[in-house]
């Protein structure tokens, strides 16, 4: 742990009541209390994250759209004023550098955000194509915390913060708002599969005063949370509601060698876009002729707990291999994605996970793995 | 500390230690196997238990099972060599006891040993673990 390991404007509260680990070159809580606690007030009442380490930056002038657009895979000019969107950013072969949301915050004015891992890489790759546009970008990571607020609970919170109904914001929004009298924007996105959004509390410096203001904003939502069972969740929930959910996350479901067809993230790209992104000729040709390998769920029927590179087994050919995999708290068995030879299997069939060695079954299934009606931002009830 | 793990690791008198954090103890001709407060204090939330079958022989420090947690797989060695006459099968549905009681209904299999004197001496004994433990704390 000696290398320089960064920290966000909440490492203290981070280390006097959680448990901090190194992730991603950043030192971050990977639990407070319990992974499966934390994980079911997301899935029930509401939680928070410190997703700080995570990169932002600030992409303006006349020419933003025509940087966006040759450097990501959705289509820049269908963002309206206050919008946002996922997509992905491609090397010429159309695997994935990174992938990430962009949110339209003025005319000419976007956010991108981006993962922790990847901060450097995009930030050189934006500022070597950024040279041929009339456009400015900037690091604002670390002049902006950034929260994620989620859960069944997460509006209620975020309105009584705001002193007024953010129900009505839809998804994918990006608005200012006032947050306990701090100037924030509210993104409402998130990567848990459940309702809520992510906060973007600016003007908030790497200071001893911004690391202040933050630790006490993070403290007023859980003062204001306190009757909705809000509850601090560290990256090991981060990761146990993301797969629950069936989101990608960079590093395992997607790298440099992967598509964003194989991946299944398809609704991240878009074909009718001018100019043509980087990566778009290699992905146009990939999505012409077909993928020859897939992304899948598996829901193990066997006990056991499906871990990233465990070999996925078809009669006694290996079709793929496990990206992530872990123990599901709603469903309290392993489930897994994994990326598989294309038309190899089916959702409903039948494969064998090998665990050390040991083949366990497992049902090729869709995502979210939890029941939709039940848990999640479409849940009936 | 953190809160995780703040509590003082217990380490019992009579006992012998792994440096990957497994525990033995004699019992008659028999020796019973299971992992270490320290290591299910590490592990946190453990989900899941697997040991080799009953039958399966082994040599010491040979891989014979693993601990799932909600945040990593680890495996089990075992202390000794031997062959295992006894799995606790009560870990299958309650693998949360590990986290519980460690060196009690946590334990996770018995072995019948070959080579136990020999085995024993390369262990450490509870005063050598507890301050192996210190020094990575």
């Not at chain 1, 380490?53 to 959705?74: C, E, K, W, Y």
């Not at chain 1, 060698?257 to 194989?262: K, M």
């Not at chain 2, 009681?101 to 072995?111: A, L, R, V």
């Amino acid at each position: 742990m000696s290398e320089n390991l960064g920290r966000t404007h909440l490492y203290d509260w981070h280390k006097s009541h959680g448990d901090v680990i190194p992730f991603a070159g950043w030192e971050m809580p990977v639990r407070y209390t319990d992974i499966r606690e934390e994980h079911m007030a997301v899935r029930k009442s509401v939680g928070i994250f410190d997703t700080t380490h995570m990169f932002r930056f600030l992409i303006s002038g006349p020419q933003a759209p025509d940087l966006l657009q040759t450097v990501t895979t959705n289509s820049i000019s269908k963002l309206g004023m206050n919008e946002g969107h996922y997509s992905t950013c491609l090397n010429e072969k159309a695997g994935i550098h990174d992938d990430l949301m962009i949110y339209r915050i003025g005319e000419q004015k976007y956010i991108w955000i981006t993962n922790a891992s990847n901060g450097p890489k995009i930030k050189a790759h934006l500022a070597a194509h950024a040279k041929q546009f009339k456009v400015s970008v900037e690091d604002k990571s670390r002049d902006i915390v950034m929260i994620a607020v989620q859960g069944p609970q997460a509006l209620t919170l975020l309105s009584k913060m705001a002193g007024e109904d953010l129900r009505k914001l839809a998804r994918f929004s990006c608005n200012p708002i006032r947050f306990a009298g701090r100037d924030c924007y509210l993104c409402r996105t998130g990567y848990t599969g459940e309702e809520g959004g992510e906060i973007l509390l600016l003007d908030t410096p790497f200071s001893e005063a911004g690391k202040k203001k933050a630790i006490s904003f993070w403290e007023e939502i859980l003062r204001q949370g306190k009757d909705l069972d809000v509850k601090p969740c560290g990256l090991g929930a981060r990761d146990s509601t993301r797969l629950e959910a069936g989101f990608v996350l960079y590093g395992h479901e997607l790298n440099e060698e992967i598509t964003p067809l194989e991946a299944r993230i398809s609704y991240a790209v878009k074909f009718k876009v001018e100019p043509h992104y980087i990566g778009y000729d290699a992905l146009l040709k990939q999505k012409q002729e077909g993928v020859t390998r897939t992304r899948i769920g598996l829901l193990m029927i066997d006990k056991g707990v499906p871990r990233e590179q465990y070999p996925i087994m078809l009669g006694n050919q290996q079709i793929g291999a496990v990206t992530s995999g872990g123990m599901s708290p709603v469903l309290d068995c392993g489930i897994a994605l994994a990326l598989v030879k294309a038309d190899a299997v089916k959702e409903g069939d039948t494969v064998e996970v090998d665990i050390k060695g040991r083949l366990r079954k497992a049902r090729v299934t869709g995502w979210p793995f939890y029941n939709p009606d039940e848990y999640g931002e479409n849940r009936t009830h | 500390m953190s809160k995780g793990t703040s509590k003082a690791t217990k380490v019992i008198d009579g006992l012998y230690y792994t440096k990957e954090h497994e525990w033995a103890r004699v019992e008659g001709d028999l020796v019973v196997v299971g992992i270490t407060d320290y290591a299910q204090h590490a592990l946190h939330e453990i989900t899941f238990v697997e040991i080799m079958q009953s039958g399966t022989t082994l040599n010491a420090g040979e891989e014979c099972g693993l601990v799932e947690s909600m945040k990593a797989s680890s495996d089990v060695f075992s202390p000794v060599s031997g062959q295992i006459v006894e799995v606790n099968t009560s870990l299958e549905d309650s693998p949360e006891t590990v986290n519980e009681d460690p060196y009690g209904k946590g334990w996770m299999y018995k072995i019948r040993p070959s080579n136990l004197k020999a085995d024993l001496k390369k262990l450490m004994d509870s005063k050598a673990y507890a301050s192996f433990v210190a020094s990575k704390t």
